[in-house]
């Protein structure tokens, strides 16, 4: 009698998905048991990863750094595969660049004994709020606050310390107080890329101390994150990645006892019509896909999914950060080196605010090069700013930053205080543009998780619940149908790829040892 193999239908081939089938085609006779197959609705793999060129030097367009290399899976292949060194420029190789130049509107250089205060208290308030060892802050019952309102009350209680904040600073009827308030602004801008919270007030300060990062240095990858998601693909056999077949339904047998084929109980439909059957399936897709496959009329779910999967995925954080690289005119001095600059933007409320600096400038913490000598510039943006990003021309970003550098960069102000001294520069002029799309990317819609107000961890825990959902009582349907990866699966490192491959990891083992092929 022969056993027909069970299918194994994998969902995405970024780096959740491609881990999973590397890890079940290369787990030790299980290619021979198993039929595998990685299907992928865009026209490449990597997902959330993608290397590429702008102007000569190599730059990363979705994930961009080893968050710490020790004990980073993806620091490990990067090394096995000699991808941390190469004869080509690529984006932050030199890890760090000069000590930042603070730039208030206005043009007016800030000095370090304005900045480094605020800095060390934003630095604190956040070691304080992920946990860190050896570190307090003086306010009891937190309670349910977010992320946002806890730093603003950090900032508070620092200001109620301290005297004479309504001191002037000698230039436009600045404040310290005023510019103490730009400084942190620029830092909380920061966070949002890195969390992907458009607003920090929607970031839930409980769960931040869950979120783990590894020891030693962050560091990009020489030759591009590309070639750890093309190392993990390489093992598997031509064919077994289909590229273009965007998945529209998810047919599923909940454990109810009715209807229950035992065959093939995944029933996947495409795009083009098409239908394939799998006994297990393991779905990759992004937060943001699967927010919109639960909220609109069709669902990508048939039937829907259960309640407490549902949810965790709408209490779930996910928000849009994306990437803009300009180009230095090449008609500029040579000699002028462009600085790393932190720009300090006036608040809504003030009257000192320039009119022509765009809104979604206002926002953005920090203009600076790829590299050191780079004539390349970088510049993140998050939640709505990002979203508009996306939405504009090439020549709306170049006069929106041409506005900006003129008002921060080449307006010479000579002032006296102590504080504060006037910044020039040679005019700037911009060449080309490139910026991310990740927010209305269809395959995406959006950047990474994180855990919103009204989430917690829980919430992750139960995005890498596989349905049917076991339970004591007996069982009528297949284990196993359905089951989830990514980095919004991982409850404590969400929103990295090294929590993607974890979770690609987890999930190929949960099916191995299923068909005891390993014991865990």
Same mark, same amino acid.
């Given at each position: ?71 980073? #899976? ?25 000590? #930042? @130049? ?15 205060? =605020? ?5 604190? @308030? ?6 860190? #060892? ?8 937190? +309670? ?19 005297? &004479? ?35 920090? &007030? ?5 769960? &931040? ?11 990009? =990858? ?20 289909? @590229? ?20 093939? #109980?995944?029933? =996947? ?43 965790? =995925?709408?209490?779930? +954080? ?58 390349? @510039? ?143």
């Amino acid at each position: 009698m022969v056993t027909k193999k069970p299918k194994v239908v994998i969902i995405g081939a970024g780096m959740a998905g491609l881990t999973a089938a590397n890890k079940l085609y290369t787990s030790a006779g299980s290619k021979e048991f198993i039929e595998l197959c990685v299907v992928e609705g865009g026209n490449r793999i990597g997902g959330r990863i993608i290397t590429s060129e702008f102007v000569g030097s190599r730059i990363e367009m979705g994930a961009t750094w080893i968050h710490g290399i020790g004990g980073s #899976p993806i620091y490990k292949i990067a090394q096995e595969i000699n991808s941390l060194h190469s004869e080509k420029p690529w984006e932050c190789m030199d890890e760090f660049l000069d000590d #930042p @130049l603070t730039i208030a509107e206005g043009g007016y250089h800030l000095n370090s004994s304005l900045v480094d205060p =605020i800095c060390n208290l934003f630095k604190n @308030l956040m070691d304080f709020a992920q946990g860190k #060892p050896n570190v307090e802050f003086p306010q009891s019952n937190i +309670g349910n606050l977010s992320i946002g309102s806890f730093l603003r009350k950090g900032l508070d209680a620092y200001w109620g310390s301290i005297k &004479e904040q309504e001191e002037t600073l000698g230039f436009d009827n600045c404040t310290r107080k005023s510019l103490e308030e730009g400084i942190f602004a620029m830092l909380e801008n920061t966070q949002r890329t890195y969390t992907s919270a458009g607003d920090l &007030e929607t970031l839930d300060f409980n769960s &931040e101390s869950e979120y783990r990062m590894f020891p030693g240095k962050e560091i990009t =990858i020489a030759k591009g994150y590309s070639t750890i998601v093309e190392s993990l693909a390489s093992v598997l056999p031509a064919g077994m990645i289909q @590229l273009g077949r965007k998945v529209t339904k998810i047919e599923w047998q909940p454990d109810d006892g009715e209807n229950c084929d035992v065959t093939k #109980p995944v029933k =996947i439909h495409f795009c083009d019509g098409s239908i394939m059957y799998a006994d297990h399936v393991i779905v990759t897709v992004s937060l943001g896909v699967l927010k919109q496959g639960i909220g609109d009329n069709t669902g990508m779910f048939s039937p829907p999914l259960p309640r407490f999967k549902t949810e965790a =995925i709408s209490r779930l +954080g996910f928000g849009v950060v994306n990437k803009l690289f300009l180009q230095l005119s090449p008609n500029r001095d040579e000699a002028m080196k462009f600085p790393n600059l932190q720009m300090v933007f006036h608040q809504s409320d003030s009257k000192l605010r320039h009119p022509r600096i765009p809104w979604w400038m206002r926002r953005t913490a920090s203009l600076c090069p790829i590299y050191g000598t780079s004539n390349v @510039l970088l510049s993140w943006f998050a939640g709505k700013e990002a979203l508009e990003l996306e939405s504009l021309s090439d020549e709306e970003i170049i006069d929106g930053f041409s506005t900006m550098i003129s008002n921060l960069l080449e307006n010479s102000k000579n002032n006296t205080h102590d504080l504060c001294n006037g910044h020039a520069n040679s005019a700037i002029k911009f060449d080309k543009v490139l910026k991310t799309q990740w927010g209305t990317d269809p395959l995406f819609l959006g950047s990474y998780s994180y855990v919103a107000v009204g989430s917690s961890g829980d919430d992750l825990d139960s995005m890498a619940e596989p349905l049917p959902k076991r339970s004591n009582h007996s069982f009528n349907s297949p284990p196993l149908q359905i089951l989830f990866a990514g980095e919004a699966t991982h409850r404590t490192h969400y929103s990295t790829t090294h929590g993607a491959y974890f979770s690609g990891i987890r999930e190929a083992n949960r099916l191995l040892q299923h068909y005891h092929y390993i014991d865990i």
